[in-house]
């Protein structure tokens, strides 16, 4: 924004204080409301990367035993081929603990949608 490319601290000074009175004379400050809202939507964010960890695992199980339906593997079909996969003892049990999980997550994230409501008419506060 400054013309010259000499610059100086007093320069500067003046320009960030010119800056200030003209351009950025307020400035949003988010409720506690809308903190509140924030954490909800970054919880239930982490919580839909856990989830698709958990697709994926499972996704690489089913593709390890020669399953592969891509999206069609997530309908109730697909999960009782899942089930069915004839794994040893340790993939087995990784397998029962991902869908568990995944189904843990699925319930939360549900749970999370439902509690989010956003008020029709937000106030916003200015500090001057």
Same mark, same amino acid.
């Given at each position: 924004? $400054?013309?010259?490319?000499?610059?100086?601290?007093?320069?500067? #000074?003046?320009?960030?204080?010119?800056?200030?009175?003209?351009?950025?004379?307020?400035? +949003?400050?988010?409720?506690? #409301?809308?903190?509140? &809202?924030?954490?909800?939507?970054?919880?239930?964010?982490?919580?839909? +990367?856990?989830?698709?960890?958990?697709?994926?695992?499972?996704? #690489? &199980?089913?593709?390890?035993?020669?399953?592969?339906?891509?999206?069609?593997? +997530?309908?109730?079909?697909?999960?009782?081929?899942?089930?069915?996969?004839? &794994?040893?003892? +340790?993939?087995?049990?990784?397998?029962?603990?991902?869908?568990?999980?995944?189904?843990?997550?699925?319930?939360?994230?549900?749970?999370?949608?439902?509690?989010?409501?956003?008020? #029709?008419?937000?106030?916003?506060?200015? $500090?001057?």
């Amino acid at each position: 924004m $400054v013309v010259r490319r000499q610059k100086t601290d007093s320069r500067d #000074a003046n320009h960030l204080l010119d800056l200030m009175n003209d351009r950025f004379h307020e400035i +949003w400050v988010p409720t506690p #409301a809308d903190n509140d &809202l924030r954490q909800l939507l970054w919880h239930r964010q982490k919580l839909v +990367w856990l989830r698709a960890s958990a697709k994926n695992q499972l996704h #690489a &199980l089913a593709m390890g035993q020669g399953v592969c339906r891509k999206s069609k593997l +997530w309908n109730a079909k697909g999960r009782k081929e899942i089930e069915s996969l004839a &794994l040893d003892h +340790w993939a087995g049990r990784r397998r029962d603990e991902l869908l568990c999980m995944l189904d843990d997550l699925d319930r939360s994230i549900e749970q999370l949608i439902g509690r989010w409501r956003r008020p #029709a008419m937000v106030e916003k506060t200015f $500090v001057a």
